[in-house]
């Protein structure tokens, strides 16, 4: 005879009990020799130890599923639980198991499609803030507004910050047309689109509209407590130092935070220096706190981008080979006329 406890402590336990247990009771009938009692958000096994393990790995993905998505279906429930023979359909394993993190509108499936993002999004689940390093077109942010999506829809959190410095990169804010908001759009529309696809729009408009999910420049964001929410902080490598820790010591008690940002694609004026750089450095080792760095294999854009970003990353490594070079023959140089000016 084996007990074995659930917790349901991370999920909506009426999502897995179902109206009137009828979920609940779909699984006792799926294992007839088990006891299965419930108590609030504990589930209790007690029978044949193979019977109970076998109801413990469904139940699991049960949760997973939940956790990930917030609602599962009666049939969906029953389809986990397997066939009379108490088998899983593979492909329901894999939808389970295989990094969905969320399902859009229209059932599109969003998922780490790169061993780095699958790294990014366990670390995310482990850690309250997290940076996400890598080259354009890496996932970076359509990942992290995925993870905080899911956390908004299982009632994690109470609401969704989106923010990014506004730094022109080539055109002047003031001579973009229409009001503040008109001029500070464009800086945000890449955080708009990855919300498009993950929540149908009239929802979407309801959330933005009572400020569940507020966007707005990194500059808004002083001053204020960011708390029950889940805050990203897009283009990073463009926050200043000051406005990098600023951001940093706004985050809440009860929030989450992810920074993304490329180091290759640095906007700022040359006298100022980015506080990415400085945070990479100093704050990697504190507890809590993540690091992920995502390369040219975690590319999920046109096959070609993958190609763009190797070749300036190989023309980037070829210059500051050049500018030491260049640097070691001046010192030479200077040492030798020095020497010979003493003797």
């Given amino acids: 005879m084996t007990d074995y406890i659930i917790q349901l402590d ?3 336990p009426i999502e897995f009990y179902g109206v009137n247990n009828n979920k609940f009771n779909i699984l006792k009938k799926k294992f007839p020799l088990l006891k299965i009692l419930s108590r609030g958000s ?3 096994l007690s029978g044949n130890k193979e019977n109970v393990e076998d109801a413990k790995e469904k139940i699991e993905l049960i949760v997973k599923y939940l956790e990930r998505n917030g609602h599962l279906s009666e049939n969906y429930f029953s389809q986990i639980l397997g ?3 108490g088998i899983i359909d593979d492909s329901i394993r894999d939808n389970i198991e295989n990094n969905i993190i969320l ?3 229209n059932g599109r499936v969003i998922k780490a499609k790169t061993p780095n993002q699958r790294i990014l999004v366990n670390s995310a689940e482990d850690n309250d803030v997290l940076f996400a390093i890598g080259p354009a077109g890496t996932g970076k942010t359509y990942t992290a507004v995925a993870l905080a999506v899911r956390a908004l829809k299982n009632k994690i959190v109470r609401k969704i910050i989106l923010t990014r410095p506004a730094v022109e990169a080539g055109e002047s804010l003031g001579f973009l047309p229409g009001d503040l908001k008109d ?3 464009p800086y945000l529309r890449p955080l708009y689109d990855a919300l498009d696809d993950m929540i149908p729009q009239d929802k979407l408009n309801y959330y933005m509209t009572n400020r569940i999910i507020e966007i707005a420049p990194l500059a808004y964001m002083r001053g204020r407590t960011l708390d029950h929410a889940y805050i990203i902080l897009d283009e990073a490598q463009n926050a200043t130092d000051l406005q990098l820790k600023m951001f940093l010591t706004r985050i809440g008690p009860s929030a989450k935070a992810i920074i993304t940002g490329d180091m290759s694609q640095i906007d700022l004026p040359r006298n100022q220096q980015s506080g990415l750089r400085k945070a990479f450095r100093i ?8 690091f992920i760095e995502l390369d040219g ?3 999920v854009r046109h096959r070609l981008v993958r190609q763009i970003i190797k070749a300036y990353d190989t023309d980037t490594e070829r210059e500051e080979k050049e500018k030491k070079e ?3 023959e001046k010192y030479k140089s200077k040492v030798t006329e020095d020497d010979n000016k003493r003797s």
Avoid: A, H, W
């Avoid at 704050?283 to 706190?289: A, F, Q, R, V, W």
């Fill in 103 to 105: 399902f859009g509108p």
């Fill in 183 to 185: 001029k500070i759009d």
């Fill in 297 to 299: 294999s975690d590319v």
């Fill in 326 to 328: 260049r640097k070691s």
């Fill in 42 to 44: 504990q589930i209790k």
């Fill in 10 to 12: 991370s999920i909506n």
């Fill in 283 to 290: 704050l990697k080792n504190i507890p809590g706190m993540s």
């Fill in 83 to 85: 066939d009379d023979d």
